[in-house]
């Protein structure tokens, strides 16, 4: 009888572990102003002379709205 208890919740046991160190620590992110900039940086590149110089414009922006929420996030 304690085998069939015990089972289910070793299964679910990594998946509470994670949920609980998780929110532990859990605080904001603070990357609005990487929204705002993307938003800049896309009018920016919507306003570029040819497609291929608004194409890699745009390209530009996501590459850095990434760095800038993995900054944000990670703190480094």
Do not use: K
């Amino acid at each position: 009888m304690a085998s069939t208890f015990a089972r289910p919740l070793l299964h679910l046991a990594p998946i509470i572990g994670a949920l609980v160190f998780l929110l532990a620590d859990a605080q904001p992110a603070r990357a609005v102003m990487c929204f705002q900039d993307l938003e800049s940086c896309y009018f920016r590149a919507a306003i570029t002379d040819s497609y291929w110089s608004m194409w890699f414009t745009g390209l530009d922006c996501e590459l850095n709205f990434v760095d800038c929420t993995r900054r944000a996030i990670i703190g480094r």
